[in-house]
């Protein structure tokens, strides 16, 4: 690929590859959830890229919601600590919640918010996330009901992911040269 970022090692999800993705994802969603009052949670900041892109080919009714956890801090390994920093705004009482993620490695931090957002009784609550690191050995707690793609068990950037806050502008998906977090 042209103008590949010099810390990637390799890209993984090209451009068209993701625009391929979100269309399928969006077709899946717009015909499950016809009809029903659908809400979309994101989860800050990364799931921000996918879920503007996803929305945009979700053809029907929708309302978006943002929330932000903390669970990794600036390392590439998870705390399993998961703390809310931005609550919702919008009650999801009664409400088909679908929750976009970026990436669901561990599963450590859906699992939490899920039990979180389960308490406030929605109608339905679903999770759709881009990439998802099932790897052998390796189970996640949560099973999403929408998956993007499989991922393998590598620190990726890009569409949204980060390392220290960097390479989140990237528009394809690449790992990231291990000496830049060695
Ligand atoms: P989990 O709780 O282990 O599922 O981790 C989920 C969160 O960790 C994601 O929302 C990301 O913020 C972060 N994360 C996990 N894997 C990666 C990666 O490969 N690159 C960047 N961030 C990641
Ligand atoms: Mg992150």
Same mark, same amino acid.
């Given at each position: 690929?042209?103008? !590949?970022? %010099?810390?990637?090692?390799?890209?993984?999800?090209?451009?068209?590859?993701?625009?391929?993705?979100?269309?399928?994802?969006?077709?899946?969603? !717009?015909? *499950?959830?016809? &009809?029903?009052?659908?809400?979309?949670?994101?989860? @800050?900041?990364?799931?921000?890229?996918?879920?503007? +892109? @996803?929305?945009?080919?979700?053809?029907?009714? =929708?309302?978006?919601?943002?929330?932000?956890?903390?669970?990794?801090?600036?390392?590439?390994?998870?705390?399993?600590?998961?703390?809310?920093? $931005?609550?919702?705004?919008?009650?999801?009482? &009664?409400?088909?919640?679908?929750?976009?993620? +970026? #990436?669901? *490695? /561990?599963?450590?931090?859906?699992?939490?918010?899920? $039990?979180? @957002?389960? /308490?406030?009784? %929605?109608?339905? @609550?679903?999770?759709?996330?881009?990439?998802?690191?099932? #790897?052998? &050995?390796?189970?996640?707690?949560?099973?999403?009901?929408?998956?993007?793609?499989? =991922?393998?068990?590598?620190?990726?950037?890009?569409?949204?992911?980060?390392?220290?806050?960097?390479?989140?502008?990237?528009?394809?998906? &690449?790992?990231?040269?291990?000496?830049?977090?060695?």
């Amino acid at each position: 690929m042209e103008n !590949t970022h %010099p810390d990637i090692e390799r890209v993984l999800f090209t451009e068209e590859d993701i625009a391929a993705i979100v269309k399928r994802l969006g077709a899946q969603i !717009t015909e *499950d959830y016809q &009809g029903r009052d659908l809400v979309l949670i994101a989860v @800050l900041r990364g799931a921000v890229v996918f879920m503007g +892109d @996803l929305m945009r080919s979700i053809d029907t009714a =929708c309302s978006i919601d943002f929330m932000a956890v903390s669970s990794y801090g600036d390392g590439v390994k998870s705390s399993g600590i998961v703390r809310i920093i $931005k609550d919702l705004d919008i009650d999801i009482n &009664g409400r088909d919640v679908l929750i976009v993620e +970026d #990436v669901l *490695d /561990s599963g450590l931090t859906l699992k939490y918010l899920m $039990k979180n @957002l389960a /308490s406030r009784h %929605p109608s339905s @609550l679903e999770v759709c996330t881009f990439l998802w690191k099932d #790897v052998e &050995g390796k189970q996640a707690a949560i099973d999403p009901k929408y998956v993007g793609v499989h =991922c393998p068990d590598e620190f990726v950037v890009g569409y949204g992911l980060d390392y220290a806050e960097h390479y989140r502008n990237l528009p394809y998906v &690449g790992v990231l040269k291990s000496e830049v977090y060695a």
